[in-house]
């Protein structure tokens, strides 16, 4: 399976602070991505990152790619109570037209 | 900005019945997706849908899943005879092309009782 793995499953942290999160996955990729799902909501992408690319910033998001060690990472600086959520990796395949994506992880910001 | 709809947001339907969920992705898309979440568990691909024919499907989309474009705007999901297994969220997604961000509608949440 193609399926990216988010680690850790959960993360608390006090508002201000970063949270980092990371993806492995198995094989080779175009491209993967993340998303941001609040509880019961809907998939809202944040960033995609190329397999040719090995950083990429938006906003307060930063994301890494390790295309040597199938990993990424994703980070939110500064981080607030609104960005509770959970964050999800998702990569589409060398050749392939579909999402494969990891189980999340869910990211609590205290006030 | 555009965004993918999906109608209705919840529904409740009996075993066996039919369903037919609805979305109307961004208007200059051309590649439509369906997705699904079981609670608590990780999205899953159903269907990938391009040039009006499924380009591609898991297997999960057996003989009881069908998908239509009927007109220019609308992309719908059926399922034939619903199961109690079949509740899950259900998420539409679109993309310009293949290759670039595909963008998720807010979800139908079906519950099959």
């Known amino acids: 399976s193609q399926q990216g793995e988010e680690d850790p499953q959960a993360l608390s942290i006090q508002e201000g602070e970063n949270a980092t999160m990371n993806c492995s996955y198995k094989t080779s990729i175009n491209n993967l991505q993340w998303y941001r799902q609040n509880s019961g909501r809907g998939l809202v992408h944040l960033i995609l990152i190329r397999s040719n690319e090995r950083e990429k910033h938006s906003g307060r998001l930063r994301v890494t790619l390790d295309t040597s060690k199938k990993s990424s990472s994703l980070l939110i600086t500064a981080s607030r109570a609104a960005d509770t959520a959970s964050y999800f990796c998702?990569?589409?395949?060398?050749?392939?037209?579909?999402?494969?994506f990891g189980a999340g992880t869910t990211v609590t910001v205290r006030a | 900005e555009p965004e993918v709809t999906q109608t209705p947001s919840h529904q409740v339907t009996q075993m066996g019945q039919e369903v037919i969920l609805r979305c109307v992705p961004i208007s200059n898309h051309l590649y439509f997706y369906w997705y699904r979440q079981i609670l608590g568990q990780k999205v899953e691909f159903l269907v990938s849908f391009y040039n009006n024919e499924i380009s591609e499907k898991s297997e999960i989309f057996d003989d009881q899943f069908s998908v239509e474009r009927p007109d220019g705007s609308n992309f719908t999901l059926k399922i034939r005879s619903t199961k109690l297994e079949d509740s899950a969220m259900y998420f539409c997604?679109?993309?310009?092309?293949?290759?670039?961000?595909?963008?998720f509608g807010q979800g139908t949440r079906l519950t099959v009782v």
């Open positions: 998702a990569t589409e395949a060398m050749g392939d037209y579909k999402l494969s």
């Open positions: 997604a679109s993309s310009r092309d293949g290759r670039i961000e595909a963008f």
